[in-house]
């Protein structure tokens, strides 16, 4: 197990530090500008609203601060660390004429929110600059101080920091003073810059990323039903195509067999002994059918002692040696994610040994950070994917319906992993 050198903490931290200085420095200005210039037009078109043009101005207004709210969502991430997503903006219908289109501009809250940011946004950032600054200039000029500090002239009237203390005027005790400032301001550097680099980004997240999210959020929760209704359907088609192959036939064949016993029980006894007992063989064929689609379905043992036990019934009936790892303290899950994860490991185990003529395989499932990782991996030729038609649909639909994610890697020529990640906080 590798650690993380104290270096590499260091130059994070560093270049933490000259990200977010950048981020208010350079905000500063732009807030500036912005206030600058939509003030003054939204102003205008409010008062002019007593004529037409005043609605148009006020749109042009809102496209302006939308520019200046798209930059800010540029710089926000450096900050974050977090995508800043682009919200979608109302817009009229093509074809349609000036005025419908002027007023489903103002129709849009995320362009009032827009011009809300570039009204207030500089407020937030004015306190961001100063607290920045002052820092920097105090944490730089006091550890400088033995540089300059004898340059500046000291006259009798003249009043020093060290003379409002009440400590001696010498320059050695100025410097001393400053360069005990300069540290203090220095060792607090990282956290000042970084609260107020993060209370500005904060709020313009807010305000210009809030709903935004929100829609990314309806957008994943709509796509994770269709998922979950897409697995669900493709399951039942998979059983129904089962229970019709393989069940239904033997039971056809089943109620035939009886027949025919029944016709030559008084003409050729042994004849139907002999169909009975096949009748029998069938009956047991049946059953073990049904049992296996029962395991695809919910295999009680899932149910009653949990996923590792679950997943070491899957790993000692394939027919290709599977090595099976399970960390102890898994404890039980959700019910969700226990059966998207049988159901991934056992489709992905009957795929190992009918298609990827493989030696050996392996299953391992992780947990750490709020998430599941459960991988399975062969030595076969590879060629898997998620493409229609292959043996692997329907699982990304229900991993995904489950809030999580599938990867398929499997070259030509192999080795094949297919890995999903599972939130399970």
């Given amino acids: ?52 043009i005043g609605l148009p101005i006020m749109v042009a207004a809102l496209i302006v601060a939308r520019g200046f709210a798209d930059l800010e969502r540029l710089r926000l991430p450096a900050v974050t660390h977090r995508a800043a997503p682009r919200p ?28 809300m940011h570039a009204f207030f946004g500089w407020i937030v950032n004015t306190v961001s600059f100063v607290f920045t600054v ?42 001393g003073l400053y360069t005990v400032l300069g540290a203090f301001f220095l060792i607090t550097l990282p956290l000042v810059v970084r609260i107020t ?11 210009l990323t809030g709903i935004a999210e929100v829609q990314n959020r309806i957008s994943g929760l709509e796509q994770q039903r269709d998922s979950a209704v ?18 239904q036939q033997r039971l ?33 064929e049946t059953l073990d059918e049904l049992r296996a689609l029962s395991r ?24 290709v040696p599977v090595a099976l790892s399970v960390p102890e303290d898994l404890g039980r899950l959700a019910p969700i994610l226990e059966n998207t994860a049988y159901f991934l490991v056992a489709e992905a185990l009957t795929n190992l040994a009918k298609h990827s003529q493989a030696q050996a395989g392996a299953v391992y499932l992780g947990r750490a950070e709020g998430r599941l990782t459960v991988a399975i991996l062969d030595d076969g030729i590879g060629g898997a994917h998620l493409s ?36 399970c906080e």
């Fill in 388 to 423: 229609k038609g292959h043996g692997l649909t329907g699982l990304a639909d229900r991993v995904r319906a489950a809030g999580g994610t599938l990867h398929v890697t499997s070259p030509a020529g192999g080795p094949t992993e297919i890995r999903a990640e599972l939130p």
């Fill in 252 to 284: 056809v064949r089943l109620a035939m067999d009886l027949g025919r016993a029944r016709q030559q029980l008084e003409i050729n006894p042994e004849a139907a002994r002999a169909t009975i007992d096949e009748a029998l063989g069938q009956t047991r």
């Fill in 230 to 247: 897409s697995a669900e359907a493709t399951a039942l088609r998979r059983l129904e195509r089962d229970i019709h192959d393989g069940p």
């Fill in 197 to 207: 680099a993060v209370i500005r980004a904060q709020f313009a997240r807010a305000l």
């Fill in 1 to 52: 197990m590798t650690h993380p050198r104290p270096g590499n903490a260091l130059t994070r931290m560093v270049r933490q530090i000259g990200a977010d200085t950048a981020y208010v420095i350079i905000g500063f200005p732009i807030a500036l500008a912005g206030l600058i210039v939509t003030f003054p037009l939204f102003a205008l078109g409010v008062g002019t609203l007593v004529t037409v």
């Fill in 88 to 115: 979608r903006y109302r817009h009229a219908r093509e074809g349609s004429g000036f005025w419908r289109r002027v007023f489903a501009s103002l129709r849009d809250g995320q362009g009032w929110l827009d011009l």
């Fill in 296 to 319: 695809g379905i919910a295999p009680p043992i899932l149910a009653d002692r949990g996923l590792p036990s679950a997943l070491a019934a899957l790993a000692s009936r394939s027919t």
């Fill in 134 to 175: 002052t820092w920097w200039a105090v944490a730089l000029g006091g550890l400088t101080s033995a540089i300059w500090a004898r340059y500046i002239p000291d006259g009798a009237n003249d009043q020093d920091l060290n003379d409002l203390l009440g400590l001696p005027d010498r320059l050695s005790d100025r410097v």
